[in-house]
């Protein structure tokens, strides 16, 4: 075959580090934009966007020249820079050094996008750790829980 194809589309889970609430409202619709351009740069497609004060999802697609673990090193990196620029408080800006990288096959990308968007209603009964916790749980990832946590 002369030409490479694929449909792999990820759910990306990332937190602040020590899960600290320092996404201000004022600034997480940009951030959103920021992380788009950013995915757009490198041949992703973003599906969807949304964050909390303490972490981010990002449902996007993952383009074939770049590796789960580089897309998101690099999403990271760059938008603690720019994260940095938003407030004299944020210098010392930190994401966890971890993330949370799902596969969703395309018949549940609608679903996935609804769940990403309503993150603010969804957080009224369950935080963070709670969330990751049953994501981890719902993909079947194992984990050690005296490591889950930095």
């Not at 990306?12 to 580090?17: D, E, G, N, P």
């Not at 899960?19 to 619709?29: E, I, K, M, Q």
């Not at 090193?73 to 993330?99: A, H, P």
């Not at 603010?120 to 750790?129: A, L, M, P, S």
């Amino acid at each position: 075959m002369p030409q490479t194809y694929s449909a792999i589309y990820l759910h990306l889970v990332f937190s602040t580090k020590d899960r600290r609430a320092l996404l201000a409202d004022s600034f997480r619709p940009a951030l959103h934009s920021y992380l788009g351009g950013m995915l757009k740069e490198r041949k992703s497609i973003p599906l969807a966007i949304n964050s909390m004060p303490d972490h981010v999802h990002v449902l996007c697609s993952l383009p074939r020249t770049i590796t789960v673990a580089d897309l998101l090193q690099d999403l990271k990196r760059v938008s603690s820079k720019w994260i940095k620029t938003q407030d004299e408080s944020l210098s010392l800006f930190q994401w966890q050094q971890g993330y949370g990288a799902f596969s969703i096959s395309t018949n549940q990308i609608p679903r996935v996008k609804t769940y990403i968007n309503n993150q603010q209603e969804h957080h009224r009964k369950i935080d963070f750790q709670e969330e990751f916790l049953w994501l981890l749980k719902k993909h079947g990832v194992e984990y050690d829980p005296r490591y889950i946590w930095d």
